[in-house]
């Protein structure tokens, strides 16, 4: 197979014409405690089973969902009581009765002759399959564990309800009629469980008219939930789902429903989502889909629900500081189309829609670019908007903060530790013990952009570069790395910081010296892989860290030696890509690693780099920067090639390269955009303090800033840090002032708007 195949354009890979499937995945657990429950609470009995001395209540279609026996009773309306005095013994009847209702079934070998002989006596297939493999000494590694079980009884139960077996009630709604179970309705819906042990009459009867409360769909859907934890359709069905959910009390739909909306949303999508949203309270579904249209202003606005936005709420929009766009032409061009879908109605508010746009943002070229729309001309009102909005622009350099600048404040940051940079007379490099983080983004007059960072703190050992990060429950490891630049400088030291705590904490030393290595958490534990050693310039060795034991242990080895490779998790698996050999040339190689298992070779990539960053986005791996053999010359050369890697399909696929050398550099993701930071060019051997970030919806590389200085062998993170540091304080040195640059292609709009605007 090719791996140059290209991926999907949309690389979110949701849209609103995609059908959805959804199953609760603890839609069974919720359903059988709730029968558990009713049992306990003696709600919904309709068997009666009796041993020996002993009566035992349950209801029907439970343990006809497993028993022939009983199913054969719910066909034939066998309503007496069931006697089982020499058919067999109380534990087997116990225990297929405990079955049924938790999918629980502990066989020993001593019992499961006594535990086959009452399942072949009721007609258990299951749990007589259970019992020969242990007498057989013969389980299966493949026996379904309790909650499979109850997934199996659920399945069974949604057979008899097709079939209408034991069916107890008929539901009736806008002429449409539904033969059910009741102490399914009552298990799988809120609604119906107070209303079936309420004491209301609809407890009792068989025929109940629900016209009144349900639209037959939305009677449909909740039936349909109870019985299997599915909800399927499209977005609009989705919807509907959500709303019914809401009016019915059925938990379980809303939860796969609020789920989809939250982490599965597309430009066509998210305005509505936030309508609904808006429209039944749901405050934190409302934030997340105000943040995504924010986000993918651009992509949002070229649907065709854009045009549809109330004014107040494009103003909102066009008025936020979060509003991420390229420059602010870009918002400009999507107030002009939501404008021009109805000019005439429109026009009376086309002054309090411009005032949004922050044109004194917008370059020379860009400002020649509004001129030429023909609502901006200068006999219109607008045209003096827009003189106004320029010359409330203070003349010469200004200070940040009086410049009319989008700021973005995510909710999480980005944290930067170590690395070593040129001292400033450029004579020798110093490793650093700075931590910093990304307080605030700003977008700045033209296309100038800027990151606010803080200072969090120092390394606890000092200097460290080349060294790893890795990120569990919100706290920072760091391991190992180099402190200075001598042969045998590698380090194993290990520690963990807590951002909200302010603390640092010594854990176990690794068992080997590593730098230019990887880390990862996996499972619950922190793997460290290759990377060089005081001794040995790549390590095929890889060990475990235990938080619980706080232990390191040996692991499988890599299939090669290798350091300056990339890794990360993606799908519950570690991958592993590229990376210099022993013999010191680039790889292109990717690899599974399997703690336990031999690692697994994957399609290799299309380029081969060491010292390059990868990280896992949309389901997919992200490979950018590094370094490639020079053919044909010898030695290395930057490379700039980027390459995205689909799991599903082994395959890998070009994207835009980076538009600078980017070798040794840190990477993260924030708010489903690839960053790249700082590092350095083999080629022209000068380091860059440059962060540039990816986009995959628009495919393309954005310079969002810069580092607090040019640092090479630095790593990052994503971090929550407290409230307290993210409060207004002076900002550094390095975004105070703001000079206007000179360079026409670029340069914002000078005071003299004459020759701009004409």
Known sequence: MSHRKKLPEDAEGYTTDQPWNLRSKG?????????????????????????????????????????SVFRQRLEYGEQDVLELDGVTAAPGWEAILNFAYTGQLEVMPETAEELLDAAEALGVPRVAAICKAVLLETEAEDRLSP????????????????ESVGCDLVLKAEGDTYRVHRLALACGCEFFHAMFTSGMKESRQM??????????????????????????????????????ALQYQVSGILELCLDVFQHKLCPESSLDVLSFARAYSLHKLENTASDYILRNFVRVSATPKFLDLPVNQLVDFLSSDALYVLNELEAFQGAIRWLDADRNGRMDCAEKVMRCIRFPLMSTRELKQVRVVDIMAPTGRLYGLLIESLCSLPPGPSKLEQLPCRVRYPEKVIVISGGDCLSKNMATRNPSEDIWYSHRFVNGIGLVKLIEWRHLGVLPEGPRFRHAVAVKDNVMYILGGKHYYGSRDAMNSVFKFDPFCGSWERLADMMSFRSYFAAVFQDGLLYALGGSSRDTYCLDSAECYDPRTNTWRSCEPLPSAVCGHAACVLDGSI??????????RCLMALIQYRPGAPAIQRTSMIEERAGHAMEALDGCLYVAGGLRWRDGHGGYADQLACEVYSPGQDMWSAF????????????????????ILGGYSHNTYRDTHLIHCYNPAYDRWVSVGTLPQAYADLRACILEVPPSLRKKQLPPSNVTMLELPEDPSTASVDHNFSDVLQ
């Open 27 to 67: 839609h069974a657990e919720g359903f059988f405690m709730s029968a558990c429950q009713l049992r306990e609470q003696q709600h919904l009995l309709d068997v009666t089973v009796t041993l020996g001395p002993s009566n035992y209540e349950a209801h029907g279609i439970i343990l006809a969902a497993v028993s």
């Open 147 to 162: 909650s499979d079980e109850k997934w199996e009884t659920l399945r069974s139960l949604e057979e008899l309800y097709k």
């Open 207 to 244: 025929d109940t008219p629900l016209c009144t409360r349900f639209t037959s769909a939305d009677l449909g859907l909740v039936i349909s939930f109870a019985y299997s934890g599915v909800v399927a359709g499209g977005w609009d069905d989705l919807f509907d789902a959500a709303q019914a």
């Open 575 to 584: 991958y592993i890509s590229g990376g210099s050999d022993g013999s010191c």
């Open 656 to 675: 835009t390269p980076l538009p600078q050398a980017h070798v040794i550099a840190a990477s993260v993701v924030l708010q489903g955009e690839l960053y």
